[in-house]
């Protein structure tokens, strides 16, 4: 879960990142107030369409990764009941290697 939460972080301040930038940009153009208006209105909405993009595919490939993990999961489960079992726990094994 803390990873997840550290991407949230990212792409936040990621797309805050662009957009005050691009405000600042602008804000320092030589241009009229309605041209200036219109700019930022183009900037803001053009940043909210990409965040949902990179948000629409971010959830989908963390949808795909945990479909990935259950399957392996189940995997693993499924192999260690008919993994031939030892009398020796395998913490003694490990610990000689």
């Known amino acids: 879960m803390e990873t997840s939460r550290g991407y949230d972080y990212f792409f936040k301040g990621l797309l805050i ?15 009229s107030g309605k041209e200036l208006r219109g700019d930022i209105r183009e900037t ?17 490939q963390i949808s795909e990764t945990r479909q990935r993990a259950k399957r392996i999961l189940s995997r693993i489960r499924e192999k260690g009941e008919t993994a031939p079992r030892y009398a020796e726990p395998v913490e003694e094994f490990v610990g000689e290697a």
């Open 44 to 60: 803001g909405e053009k940043t909210f369409k990409e965040a949902k993009e990179v948000l629409g595919k971010t959830s989908q």
């Open 17 to 31: 990142g662009g957009f005050l930038g691009g405000l600042a940009g602008l804000l320092v153009a030589p241009k």
